[in-house]
């Protein structure tokens, strides 16, 4: 216990801080130990990994050509396909592999994160505390678990490096230092856009810790000001640039079809909601999903509420900034970091996601811990408290992630998960997955499909009709067979469903299984073609010859030219004439 108090006391130690990031390390790689057990998500993964052969292509010129001009996905990401890349060539399609490199990248990004707080704020408990929670809150697993979601933490990664380049620009005003800075700022924008806010949270930092930015009003100040922002215009241009990307790989991939129907009123309700609920998630995380859909229209009172707290909570920042400044930097972090995905230019059909907070989450603990009292720290009892506290807080968070990683062993589980605490009607979840397939995202039209059809009470026609042809589309025969053969039951008397289900069958080598599908749609449907053709080869296919025989002469009384069917009696000149015997 005298080690645990000598740390939360003592100011600087080279050997303590390599301790901590040691601690650091070992805490994240503990938590996320059980994401080794878990699967790819049908969600995505498909498009990123199992399904995207340009990835066997390696680190070559061809692959290393398509990762620079492909928007893939609908994003601009060389860095990330390149990532996958190099994971691909080590691991194949081994899941755990991807997963391992995500969670290395986290536990990085927890330790460049300790070591940035204490380099600027001179903090030492609270700079690990700040990162121990970033390291195991619940909030994180979307990012880490998700082998998708490879951009997030790595965009992080050479975001943290730049920020840190930059302080280092700050204390000696070495303009390579500053070239440093955007080079690093543009990795991380071609790992993941989100960093295009990086300009606006340096301007922060330089309000706090750097205490660059000037108090009071005079002219003198505002100059100062001016310079400030002046001095990012560099970045400001990669901003823009990385925009503009993101838009056109959007537009090329039909993505922002789905703001057709949002008025600029619901995305700024939306935002408003969305950002209140980033607050409430991060201070009590439960009921956390893989997707949150868009609602489309939010009660009057959900989101005045959210926009009076967060008015609120704006004032009681602006309020104290004198006394605790780290608590308005970092509420100007959250708010600024989350503008790029708030809604306000819907990009996706979901009102916001766990790993939308991955960099904005930073800020709201800065806000938090920023404001403890570390000055009391010199009494005995307030150390002890504050160390039950935190191993208190930290055993919790780690609880509630380890739980968190379950959900996500595999897409079922995933998409049941969400099934369980989004409150959406069966109905809503079905516009939902139709607006997905208009813009050409089968993969998460199937589960917000799938979403809609274990919603309603009874099963209904057209929900489960959508979903066995898009699970058809994607070529996962298995589930579209599932919902044709369900689909039959609820429409014994529809010929070409009983067709279809019948059809499907055969394709998976199910010829007897077939049979009765295939034979009640020509009892239904005597004169469709297919449905005599497809019941004369699966009848050939058992082995019953003269059923099939007189399955395929319906075919030629219905169609005298059809040349497959006429095969058939190549041997026999009299049965190949239509109602021959």
């Given at each position: 216990?005298?080690?645990?108090?000598?740390?939360?006391?003592?100011?600087?130690?080279?050997?303590?801080?390599?301790?901590?990031s040691?601690?650091?390390?070992?805490?994240?790689l503990?938590?996320?130990?059980?994401?080794?057990?878990?699967?790819?998500?049908?969600?995505?993964?498909?498009?990123?990994?199992?399904?995207?052969?340009?990835?066997?292509?390696?680190?070559?010129?061809?692959?290393?050509?398509?990762?620079?001009?492909?928007?893939?996905?609908?994003l601009?990401?060389?860095?990330?396909?390149?990532?996958l890349?190099?994971?691909?060539?080590?691991?194949?399609?081994?899941?755990w592999?991807?997963?391992?490199?995500?969670?290395?990248?986290?536990?990085?990004?927890?330790?460049?994160?300790?070591?940035?707080?204490?380099r600027?704020?001179g903090?030492?408990?609270?700079?690990?505390l700040?990162?121990?929670?970033?390291?195991v809150?619940?909030?994180?697993?979307?990012?880490v678990?998700?082998?998708?979601?490879?951009k997030?933490?790595?965009s992080?990664?050479?975001?943290?490096?730049?920020?840190?380049?930059?302080v280092?620009?700050?204390?000696?005003?070495?303009?390579?230092?500053?070239?440093?800075?955007?080079?690093?700022?543009?990795?991380?924008?071609?790992?993941?856009?989100?960093?295009?806010?990086?300009?606006?949270?340096?301007?922060?930092?330089?309000?706090?810790?750097?205490?660059?930015w000037?108090?009071?009003?005079?002219?003198?100040?505002?100059?100062?000001?001016?310079?400030?922002?002046?001095e990012?215009?560099?970045?400001?241009?990669?901003?823009?640039?990385?925009?503009?990307?993101?838009?056109q790989?959007?537009?090329?991939?039909?993505?922002l079809?789905?703001v057709?129907?949002?008025?600029?009123?619901?995305?700024?309700?939306?935002?408003?909601?969305?950002?209140?609920?980033?607050i409430?998630?991060?201070?009590w995380?439960?009921?956390?999903a893989?997707?949150?859909?868009?609602?489309?229209?939010w009660?009057?009172?959900?989101?005045?509420?959210?926009?009076?707290v967060?008015?609120?909570?704006?004032?009681?920042?602006?309020?104290?900034?004198?006394?605790?400044?780290?608590?308005?930097?970092?509420?100007?972090?959250?708010?600024?970091?989350?503008?790029?995905?708030?809604?306000?230019?819907?990009?996706?059909?979901?009102?916001?996601a766990?790993?939308?907070?991955?960099?904005?989450?930073?800020?709201?603990?800065?806000m938090?811990?920023?404001?403890?009292?570390?000055?009391r720290?010199?009494?005995?009892?307030?150390?002890?408290a504050?160390?039950a506290?935190?191993?208190?807080?930290?055993?919790?968070?780690?609880?509630?992630t380890?739980?968190?990683?379950?959900?996500?062993?595999?897409?079922?589980?995933?998409?049941?998960r969400a099934?369980?605490?989004?409150?959406?009607?069966?109905?809503?979840?079905?516009?939902?997955?139709?607006?997905?397939?208009?813009?050409?995202?089968?993969?998460?039209?199937?589960?917000?499909?799938?979403?809609?059809?274990?919603?309603q009470p009874?099963?209904?026609?057209q929900p489960?009709?959508?979903?066995?042809?898009?699970?058809?589309?994607?070529?996962?025969?298995?589930?579209?067979?599932?919902?044709?053969?369900?689909?039959?039951?609820?429409?014994?008397?529809?010929?070409?469903?009983?067709?279809?289900?019948?059809?499907?069958?055969?394709?998976?080598?199910?010829?007897?299984?077939?049979l009765?599908?295939?034979?009640?749609?020509?009892?239904?449907?005597?004169?469709?073609?297919?449905?005599?053709?497809?019941?004369?080869?699966?009848?050939?296919?058992?082995?019953?010859?003269?059923?099939?025989?007189?399955a395929?002469?319906?075919?030629l009384?219905?169609?005298?030219?059809?040349?497959?069917?006429?095969?058939?009696?190549?041997?026999?000149?009299?049965?190949?004439?239509?109602?021959?015997?």
């Amino acid at each position: 216990m005298s080690n645990v108090m000598s740390f939360f006391t003592t100011r600087r130690s080279g050997h303590r801080l390599d301790g901590v990031s040691l601690a650091l390390l070992g805490l994240t790689l503990l938590v996320f130990f059980r994401a080794l057990m878990c699967g790819f998500i049908s969600l995505d993964d498909g498009i990123y990994v199992y399904d995207n052969s340009h990835l066997a292509l390696g680190w070559t010129p061809a692959g290393l050509h398509w990762a620079l001009t492909t928007f893939h996905a609908g994003l601009w990401i060389p860095l990330t396909w390149l990532s996958l890349m190099l994971d691909h060539m080590l691991y194949g399609n081994l899941a755990w592999g991807y997963h391992l490199t995500n969670i290395l990248l986290h536990a990085v990004n927890v330790v460049l994160l300790d070591r940035l707080l204490r380099r600027i704020t001179g903090w030492q408990w609270r700079a690990a505390l700040v990162a121990a929670i970033f390291a195991v809150h619940p909030l994180r697993v979307e990012s880490v678990v998700w082998v998708t979601e490879r951009k997030d933490v790595l965009s992080l990664l050479l975001g943290l490096l730049a920020m840190s380049a930059y302080v280092a620009y700050v204390r000696d005003r070495s303009w390579w230092k500053y070239g440093l800075t955007s080079l690093l700022m543009a990795l991380s924008l071609m790992a993941k856009p989100m960093l295009v806010t990086l300009p606006a949270l340096l301007l922060v930092l330089d309000f706090w810790p750097l205490h660059r930015w000037p108090a009071g009003w005079s002219e003198a100040a505002w100059r100062r000001r001016g310079r400030l922002v002046l001095e990012k215009i560099p970045l400001l241009a990669l901003s823009a640039l990385a925009c503009a990307l993101t838009v056109q790989a959007q537009a090329t991939a039909k993505y922002l079809e789905s703001v057709s129907g949002l008025t600029l009123f619901h995305r700024l309700a939306n935002a408003a909601v969305a950002y209140a609920s980033y607050i409430g998630m991060t201070l009590w995380p439960h009921r956390l999903a893989v997707f949150y859909p868009h609602p489309m229209d939010w009660p009057v009172w959900k989101w005045s509420l959210s926009l009076v707290v967060l008015l609120v909570v704006t004032c009681l920042a602006v309020a104290a900034r004198r006394r605790w400044p780290a608590m308005l930097a970092g509420w100007l972090w959250f708010l600024g970091a989350l503008v790029p995905v708030i809604g306000l230019v819907q990009s996706a059909s979901q009102t916001m996601a766990d790993r939308f907070t991955y960099l904005p989450g930073i800020g709201l603990l800065l806000m938090v811990v920023g404001c403890l009292p570390a000055h009391r720290l010199d009494r005995p009892q307030i150390r002890r408290a504050g160390v039950a506290a935190t191993v208190m807080i930290l055993i919790a968070l780690s609880a509630c992630t380890v739980h968190q990683i379950s959900y996500w062993r595999d897409g079922k589980t995933a998409h049941r998960r969400a099934l369980d605490v989004t409150p959406l009607s069966w109905q809503r979840c079905y516009d939902h997955g139709l607006r997905m397939l208009r813009e050409g995202r089968d993969e998460e039209a199937a589960a917000m499909l799938q979403l809609a059809c274990d919603r309603q009470p009874t099963p209904a026609r057209q929900p489960l009709e959508t979903l066995a042809l898009t699970y058809y589309r994607l070529n996962r025969w298995e589930a579209s067979m599932r919902c044709f053969a369900r689909l039959s039951e609820l429409l014994p008397d529809d010929a070409e469903t009983q067709l279809r289900t019948g059809v499907l069958a055969r394709r998976l080598g199910r010829e007897a299984e077939a049979l009765p599908w295939l034979q009640r749609a020509t009892m239904l449907d005597p004169r469709s073609v297919r449905a005599w053709m497809e019941t004369g080869l699966a009848l050939e296919a058992v082995r019953r010859s003269d059923d099939a025989a007189e399955a395929f002469r319906q075919v030629l009384r219905l169609d005298p030219r059809n040349v497959e069917a006429a095969g058939k009696f190549t041997q026999d000149p009299v049965a190949s004439q239509p109602g021959g015997e």
